[in-house]
Each structure stands twice: as structure tokens, then as C-alpha cells.
């Protein structure tokens, strides 16, 4: 079937659902709308069978629902409406809520449903429901949607009268930090993550506060900053502590849009003086029942989980440097197998372009942090002594999709998308994927997903060899379900011969073509790219991470 995907930008949801009816066969186009202009030209263009809108705040005009049936993803059950679901249901603590496919008439939100799903609500953060469980949901609805439409026999059904919600206003969102407890604060935290953040003035500026994590030792004073630990900072409550990874500062009026930064970084000089406390990567003894880490390591029995989770799954210079420390200390542990990544959401999404706009110098930035993750995808390709998984739970990008893919085996979960692609920053790329990509997909392949820079599916990923294994689970199932698969593979009998096949592999390899050389070859374009101000890149990195009209986000 035709179908028309709008959208108001190319978000994680709109990939995903670009990825998987492209899996069923359906023949897709893709607009990125900002009105109702934009919507008419769409179809003109395209002249669907079906217009489908996975995120779109444009309104669809009338001459276009009225010919075509449009269906919409509303982020909320039946009977919910308005612009901010999502944002009330978190902010509320709501236990369970829905995705609900409609379609689009004179009335946001009113239309016939098509079809709708349910899902559990789990104390994390928005951006992270919304990539999980919310996306499961949607597409569950989507896929569905679709069938009926496809008969030409359904019929949706009307709605009752239902409650239309307003946008969630910083008045709202607005934390009193001396009166409200820490899980009234978690939850505002949470419903503005990643966007657009609870607006708060302390330390004499205006700043947007971006994730929030408990902290169960330290106190202090009620809005006070108490301590720093990689980036973050902690600020007391009236019973306890929050970690809060990221902040943005307020722009001035009519000025351009701000972008969010490692909290310490974005504080700069306007930080006081307060303890830097690190949180090892193993916690023993019950000194601590909650804390926020980034990077964290368990074993059980012979299996190393080494998991790690950076915003937005971006990872910095820094970030790379203690997440290789971290990934040697797992190393020097007397495991047969290591899983690398994250519980659940972004595996990682390469380079941390929002430090390296903010860098005095971002070409050297730039520079010194795809090193820094070139180092790391090395230290995973030459382990030759366990097995290495690298465990997906959400999506991931660029070189996240290649410190992935440098493991032995790649385990994603099933609603993960990966864009294994760097054109659309203007880049070439590194982390070694001309000898990644090749030595698991084909030459040719891997030349045709950095040109055609299309997302996949996760179950697309495995059938081309990108990935091995597809782990259908739910976001909070799939912890429990690597760590079960990983204990039979290192139960396997047959995982010590590939640990000792997987060292003559290297060797051979070494012996054709040494690693260094794909990483000069690849750094000697890149240096290019960052050493010149002209470049592509420059510009489409300021033109995304400052939210500029037009700029893919």
C-alpha cells in the first residue's frame, strides 16, 4: 500500500514506524510538515492510499481530511486530548496509560479511533516512556490501524465526549524546593525530560533542569547544589537529594534557542565550591540504596554487565574516556562473557555534539572526542579473552551503532531502531566502521547504509547480519531477559572454543589489514572535516543542536 508519513520532524517514533512498514511491504514517502501548506504539498506530491502522522503538531486542513483518511498517533487512550498527554499523565503519576490511532477531522484529537493500546507507566523519565513502552504501544495501534485500513471494511468507532488538556505551562512544572518531598519533585523532573525542562533561577541564572535521579545519603539545604559527580549535580530536598545530569541556560528574549549541557559544564564559574563525589562502579554493602550513576558494573556468576547510560545517548569526550576505564576494569574480571550497554533506551548516538558546540574551539572538540570513542570501539574489537555482548535496548546511531556492532554478538531488543549513518551531520565517520560494517554486512551493504542513511528496524538489522539476536521484551523486561541469555551463553560448551577462535580471527585479520590503518585512513577525512570552518558539518551541527526550522532532529 501507499502511504504518506507526516511529520512535524523525523523523531524516533516517526523512524520507527518509516522502519517497520517498510518491513511489511508497504511503499513509504516521508514529509516533514511545519503547516497546512506544507500538508497539501505532501499529497499532491505523493497522492497516498493512506496519510499517516506518527508525531505531527501541524493542524491537517480540511481539503486534505476530507479526501484522504489521515490517521493520527495520538500520544494518549480514547478520549484524551490536547497537545501535552504524555507530559500530564507523568506528571501526575498515572499508573497506566494508551497510544490511540484516530482519524484527523475538524476537531484535534476527536476523531474515529482506529485503534488504541494500553500500557503500564513506569517511574522514568517522558522521553524514555515515549521511545518504550509508549512506542511498543503505537506501533502495536499502527500496525493494526493499518490492517483495517487495508480491508476497506472497517469501521471506526466515535469517541465519547472526552477531556481536552492544555499545554503544560513552567507554572505547572514550577518546583518549590522548600516545601515539595523528593518524589514530587522526581515526577515534575521526569515530565519534562527531554523537553522542554522545568524552568528554575538559582546560583543568580535562569536555568532549565534536565533529568532528575535520587539520592538517598546525601542532605542539605532545600535547593542547594551538595556535591557534583560526573557532570551532574546534586541539590538537597526537604527529605533528601536529587541528581540532575543536565541543565540549559534560559535565552535572553529574542534570542536563539539554548542547548542542554552536563550541569557542571553549563554552571561554569557560577558553580560554588562543593565536594566531587564519585560513585564507584560497583556498590557493596548497604551504604547505598539509591544513587545516580552513569556507569555502572554487576556480575553474576561468569557474566560482566558493564551498563552504562549517557542523555540522550550522547557520549562525550569524558564520557568515552571513563566508560573505556570502566570497560577495562570489567576486563581485568575473571568472566567468560562481558555484556556492554544500557538497561533500557538510547544505546548511544556517537559524538556529544552538544559539547562540542558548546567548546571554545569545536573543531578540536570534535577532534579529541571521536578519538576518545575510537579508543573504545578498539578496546572492544581486540578483547580476545570473553565473549563481548553488546545488548540494545533502544535506539542508537552513528557510532553508537558501531561500538555495537564491533561486539561478538548483538542482541536488540525488538523495538530498537538503528541508523547506522553518518551523512546527515556532513561526516565520514570513524570508530572503524570500514572494517565493522564490511566484516558483519558486505562491502556493499555497508556502502549502501552510510549512503542511503535509512533507519532499520531491529529485526531488519538481524536478517542483514548487523545485529544476531532479537530479544522481544518489553523496555523493563529486557534487563532480566540479557542477563538470562548471556548466563547460557556462558554456560555454553562451546563458548570457550570461540573465545580461543575469535583470537585467530583478529590475528588474521591484523595480518591483512592492521586496525591502525582503517583508523588513520578514516581519521585523515575527518580531521579534514573538523580543521575546516566551511565544512558541512559545522553548520549542521549548529543548525541541530540549536533546534534551527529545517534542521533533522
Not at 523523531?11 to 517497520?20: D, G, I, P
Not at 488504541?116 to 506501533?139: I, N, Q, T, W
Request: glycine letters at 8%.
Amino acid at each position: 500500500m501507499r502511504i504518506l508519513l507526516i511529520a512535524s520532524a523525523f523523531n524516533s517514533l516517526t523512524q520507527r514506524v518509516q522502519a517497520e512498514l517498510g518491513d511489511r511491504g508497504h511503499r513509504l514517502a516521508f514529509a516533514c510538515v511545519a503547516g497546512a501548506e506544507d500538508v497539501r504539498r505532501a499529497v499532491r506530491a505523493h497522492d497516498p492510499q493512506l496519510v499517516l502522522a506518527p508525531m505531527l503538531t501541524a493542524v491537517v486542513p480540511e481539503d486534505v481530511w476530507s479526501r484522504w483518511v489521515c490517521l493520527i498517533v495520538h500520544p494518549g487512550p480514547p478520549g484524551d486530548r490536547g497537545p501535552a498527554s504524555l507530559d500530564w499523565a507523568v506528571l501526575e503519576g498515572r499508573r497506566r496509560w494508551g497510544v490511540t490511532v484516530l482519524q484527523a477531522e475538524a476537531e484535534m484529537d476527536a476523531g474515529p479511533v482506529w485503534a488504541s493500546a494500553e500500557f503500564a507507566l513506569p517511574a522514568v523519565a517522558k522521553s524514555d516512556v515515549y521511545r518504550g513502552e509508549l512506542s511498543d504501544a503505537a506501533m502495536a495501534a499502527v500496525h493494526l490501524a493499518v490492517e483495517r485500513f487495508a480491508t476497506g471494511r472497517h469501521r471506526p468507532w466515535r469517541q465519547q465526549a472526552g477531556q481536552a488538556r492544555p499545554t503544560v505551562r513552567q507554572e505547572d512544572r514550577r518546583i518549590d524546593w522548600s516545601a515539595q518531598p523528593t518524589a514530587e519533585i522526581l515526577r515534575t523532573l521526569r515530565a519534562a525530560d527531554s523537553r522542554p525542562g522545568v524552568l528554575d533561577e538559582f546560583l543568580g541564572g535562569a536555568w532549565y533542569l534536565h533529568g532528575g535521579h535520587p539520592e538517598d545519603r546525601l542532605r542539605g539545604r532545600p535547593g542547594r547544589v551538595l556535591a557534583t559527580r560526573a557532570g551532574a549535580v546534586c541539590r538537597g530536598t526537604v527529605d533528601g537529594a536529587v541528581w540532575i545530569p543536565e541543565l540549559r541556560p534560559r535565552p535572553a528574549p529574542g534570542g536563539e534557542a539554548t542547548f542542554r549541557l552536563p550541569a557542571v559544564q553549563a554552571l561554569g564559574t557560577a558553580l560554588p565550591r562543593v565536594r566531587e563525589i564519585p560513585a564507584p562502579w560497583v556498590l557493596r554493602g548497604p551504604e547505598h540504596k539509591t544513587t545516580w550513576r552513569d556507569i555502572e558494573y554487576h556480575e553474576q556468576g561468569a557474566v560482566g554487565l558493564l551498563r552504562f547510560r549517557f542523555p540522550a545517548g550522547a557520549m562525550s569526550t569524558a564520557q568515552c574516556r571513563r566508560l573505556l576505564a570502566a570497560y577495562r576494569f570489567a576486563c581485568g574480571r575473571p568472566t567468560s562473557v562481558l555484556v556492554l550497554g544500557p538497561e533500557r533506551d538510547f544505546f548511544g548516538n556517537g559524538i556529544h555534539l552538544n559539547v562540542i558546540e558548546a567548546a571554545e574551539d569545536p573543531g578540536a572538540e570534535s577532534w579529541a572526542n571521536i578519538n576518545a570513542i575510537d579508543d573504545l570501539v578498539e578496546a572492544v574489537l581486540t578483547t580476545e579473552d570473553r565473549l563481548v555482548v553488546a545488548a540494545v535496548p533502544g535506539n542508537a546511531a552513528a557510532g553508537g551503532v558501531i561500538l555495537a556492532a564491533a561486539a561478538d554478538e548483538v542482541w536488540c531488543r525488538s523495538g530498537a531502531v538503528l541508523n547506522p549513518h553518518y551523512r546527515l551531520m556532513g561526516l565520514y565517520g570513524s570508530e572503524y566502521w570500514t572494517y565493522v560494517l564490511p566484516r558483519r554486512v558486505g562491502a556493499d551493504r555497508a556502502r549502501a547504509l552510510t549512503a542511503e542513511a535509512v533507519p532499520l528496524s531491529a529485526a531488519a538489522a538481524v536478517r542483514m547480519g548487523l545485529a544476531d539476536r532479537l530479544v522481544p521484551a518489553g523496555p523493563g523486561e529486557f534487563p532480566a531477559a540479557v542477563a538470562r541469555m548471556a548466563a547460557e551463553l556462558a554456560a555454553d560448551p562451546e563458548t570457550a572454543a570461540r573465545i580461543g577462535a575469535k583470537k585467530a580471527a583478529r590475528e588474521r585479520d591484523e595480518a591483512v589489514k592492521p586496525l591502525a590503518a582503517y583508523r588513520a585512513e578514516e581519521l585523515a577525512i575527518m580531521r579534514r572535516i573538523f580543521a575546516d570552518p566551511d565544512a558541512d558539518y559545522h553548520r549542521l551541527r549548529a543548525d541541530f543542536v540549536r533546534k534551527r526550522p529545517g534542521a533533522r532532529q
